[in-house]
């Protein structure tokens, strides 16, 4: 044993190469209702390193020492990356599903100077919360303009029911904005509490308005499947109320869960698993092939696998020596023109995803329901929140 382990130490010095381990801290949700975004971040992760391990400098490994931060909780989540940062000396921060906690750990980001890669937080704020911060994912801006543009185009009258936190406010701003630009009357809205909340008053009340359309905005997973049941049991759809919303009601991996009530329900996201693209069809090979035949990537999963690539970039340029600025400066002139959702870009200025927007309905194909990609509704859309306060 000990021979082999000298001769090994012999060989890396003889090619130059000196053992180097990058330290990776992620924060994540793990339990709770929306416990998807732990899992698909996670399996991403692993299923990226796994494929692309071989492309690593030799000698260089990651290491990855992960959180859960059970949901909305932003003490906790400032709590575990602190730890991480202090005790365990990770040298970049990675994940956060929830905007609150990565709200939390903006400052630490920017104290100890670590770069923190976001997989999912889609409120438009969160990037200007600290220099270190980068955005993998998408913002509500992006999807809900070019949804409320194309409801416009079909709908006369329309209601929003969102969750009431910093994305759901987005989800319905944005909407509104889109919508109403188009000569659509919005007729009601409300915000429904994030945690735990029963939809049947206010899904109630949306049939009584008698809208064309109903948006919805509630954090993808289980409770988007509760939305969905919800809305067919209160007798909305048979009402012709029209479901629409950004991709997170329509979440790729709870579709069989939803059943037929998900069908025709018509979003704008970023990425679907159905989408044709060659790179996605990889992917989601790639996927059933590592997890199983009934595993679906949805866009958390995407999230988490670009934001690998942009690791293994880092890496890969730096020999391992990880240095803050130096990722922060390859982060932001990231970009890659093959990504399972499309070609994907970080805005240098403002550290946010640059991407297409897809409108996309839910069809049975080969049997199982699926987000169509019916058109490119928006391309390199950067985020609309911040593009209308440069002009401010
Ligand atoms: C958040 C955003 C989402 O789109 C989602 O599905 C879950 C959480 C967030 O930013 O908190």
Redesign the pocket.
């Known amino acids: 044993m000990k021979r082999i382990a000298a001769l090994a130490v012999a060989s890396l010095m003889a090619t130059g190469a000196a053992a180097q381990t990058v330290k990776i801290g992620v924060v994540n949700t793990f339990t709770g209702p ?1 416990a998807m975004f732990g899992d698909m971040t996670d399996r991403a992760f692993k299923l990226y390193q796994k494929l692309h391990d071989k492309e690593l400098p030799s000698g260089v490994k990651l290491e990855f020492v992960t959180r859960d931060d059970g949901g909305p909780n932003p003490d906790k989540a400032r709590q575990l990356a602190q730890e991480l940062v202090v005790r365990d000396r990770v040298q970049i921060l990675a994940g956060v ?3 609150p906690n990565a709200m939390a750990m903006a400052p630490l980001a920017t104290e100890a100077k670590i770069p923190l890669i976001l997989t ?4 438009s704020v969160v990037t200007t919360r600290s220099p270190y911060i980068v955005r993998f994912s998408f913002t ?1 801006w992006q999807s809900c303009v070019p949804l409320g543009e194309w409801a416009a185009k079909k709908f006369k009258r329309a209601y929003t029911l969102v969750a009431d936190y910093a ?1 759901g406010q987005d989800a319905e701003v944005a909407f509104a904005q889109g919508f109403k630009a188009g000569g659509g009357e919005l007729v009601g809205s409300v915000r429904v509490p994030l945690q735990n909340p029963d939809f049947a008053p206010y899904m109630q009340r949306v049939k009584d308005a008698k809208p064309d359309a109903l948006m919805v905005f509630v ?2 997973g289980k409770t988007s499947t509760s939305v969905m049941k919800t809305f067919a049991d209160l007798g909305l759809a048979a009402a012709g109320i029209k479901l629409i919303g ?1 991709g ?1 009601i329509t979440t790729d991996e709870e579709l069989a869960n939803m059943g037929d009530v998900a069908l025709g329900v018509t979003t704008v996201f970023h990425y679907s698993a159905a989408a044709e693209r060659p790179a996605n069809r990889r992917f989601v090979e790639a996927w059933k092939k590592e997890y199983g035949a009934n595993a679906t990537p949805n866009f958390a999963a995407v999230a988490a696998w670009d934001a690998m690539a942009a690791i293994f970039h880092v890496v890969k340029e730096q020999n391992g020596k990880i240095d803050s600025e130096r990722t922060m400066e390859l982060l932001k002139g990231y970009r890659n023109a093959d990504s399972p959702r499309g070609p994907i870009a970080i805005d240098p200025e403002t550290r946010d995803i640059v991407q297409n927007e897809y409108l996309r309905e839910v069809r049975r194909v080969n049997g199982q329901l699926a987000n169509v990609e019916l058109e490119t509704v928006a391309t390199a859309v950067k985020d609309p929140w911040k593009e209308m306060q440069k002009k401010k």
């Open positions: 929306q599903a929830f905007t999912n937080a889609g409120t509500l994305p954090p993808a950004p997170d």
